[in-house]
């Protein structure tokens, strides 16, 4: 064998030995049998030898070339073995015959009053909208006869991104994009448009049992013609009734303010811990404050492009966060959003 081919050989036996990752062959690779490797550069001898030289030298080059691959795979395939039998031994043993941890979660308490919500308003004919979190200040306040500068922005300051867009506080701002998208049904097929978007809300509030920067709503609105403030009692009445299962449940309304309704109420339910008697939660008033609510603003409706000389519409906006606290007697908000199983495990049921 040529002394040149012999010695190149040694060579890489001794590294393929002392090679201890797969990492190295890859270099040895590139080492011996690249284009600009030693093998290679072997064959570039071959210019100086004599036609039969050259015969028996060519040959043995290419033998080496085929060794070298093929050592260098065997080698490769030896380790990775090994490297696995490392991760296999490092895991700990475990005994198949424990039994299992029958550990169960369940849907979050506001997610199951959301379905709940959802399901009787289908009933009652409304879609379920999707909505973004992310949202322009025309969506949030403008389009809601929230003018820039207005006082009621004050309670509403949230997290505004760097390019102006900012996190819905309220649910309310999607009212803007629904009547555009269905304006066109209400107008020329006298469709009403009936819709509920529930949603995350944010809203830059220092937090305590009663208040979160996080939470969520449930918005509805209903327009057509001659709608008026029974269908929104009756609506409102018989969603309450099925979410918190009383058929007896009263709703009241007080006059409120929201720049978007005008009329403007808050929505009072009787009290579902004495029944309207009088008791500590209801602070002895026998009513509950549950949902704002009015008849739509007719500046929001004209924004959304529907004439208010022709219609008229419902809205509320229901807390669903305050709502699941009620249902299941949450009496920290802050749990809610904890994500902690130990705190959410006592409202775990089998849905
Ligand atoms: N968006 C209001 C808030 O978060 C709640 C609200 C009030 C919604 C009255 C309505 C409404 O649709 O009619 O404070």
Redesign the pocket.
């Known amino acids: 064998m040529n002394s040149g081919v012999l010695e190149l050989r040694n060579k890489l036996d001794s590294a393929l030995q002392q090679a201890a990752s797969v990492a190295e062959l890859e270099n040895l690779k590139v080492e011996y049998l690249g284009k600009k490797g030693s093998v290679t550069a072997l064959l570039k001898e071959m210019g100086k030898l004599s036609p039969e030289e050259k015969k028996s030298f060519g040959s043995e080059v290419n033998a080496l070339k085929d060794y070298a691959a093929q050592a260098i795979a065997d080698k490769a395939e030896l380790l990775q073995k090994l490297e696995l039998q490392k991760e296999l031994d490092a895991v700990e043993e475990f005994d198949i015959s424990m039994p299992p941890v029958l550990d169960r979660g369940s849907y979050h308490p506001v997610t199951l009053v959301q379905r709940k919500c959802e399901e009787v308003f289908r009933t009652m004919g409304f879609t379920v909208e999707d909505y973004s979190e992310i949202v322009t200040d025309y969506e949030c306040f403008e389009s809601l006869n929230i003018p820039k500068f207005h006082p009621a922005r004050d309670m509403?300051d949230t997290y505004y991104l760097d390019n102006g867009q900012l996190l819905k506080?309220?649910?309310?701002a999607a009212q803007n994009a629904i009547y555009k998208k269905y304006k066109d049904a209400l107008i020329n097929e006298g469709k009403p448009i009936k819709a509920v978007f529930p949603g995350r809300?944010f809203r830059n509030e220092a937090t305590d049992a009663c208040h979160e920067n996080t939470f969520f709503?449930m918005?509805g609105v209903m327009v057509g013609k001659d709608i008026s403030i029974a269908n929104l009692i009756y609506s409102m009445k018989t969603m309450l009734s099925e979410v918190f299962e009383n058929y007896g449940l009263k709703v009241r309304l007080r006059p409120g303010f929201?720049p978007?309704?005008e009329p403007?109420f808050e929505l009072d339910i009787s009290c579902q811990i004495c029944g309207g008697e009088g008791c500590p939660s209801c602070k002895h008033s026998g009513w509950l404050e549950l949902c704002?609510?009015?008849m739509i603003h007719p500046n929001v409706l004209r924004e959304g492009g529907i004439d208010p000389d022709v219609y008229t519409g419902f809205?509320?906006?229901l807390g669903l966060t305050r709502l699941a606290m009620m249902k299941y007697g949450v009496k920290d908000i802050r749990d809610l959003n904890s994500g902690s199983l130990t705190a959410m495990s006592q409202f775990f049921d089998d849905k």
């Not at 506080?169 to 309310?172: A, F, I, K, P």
């Open positions: 509403q506080t309220q649910t309310s809300c709503q918005e929201f978007f309704v403007g704002p609510c009015g809205a509320f906006g």
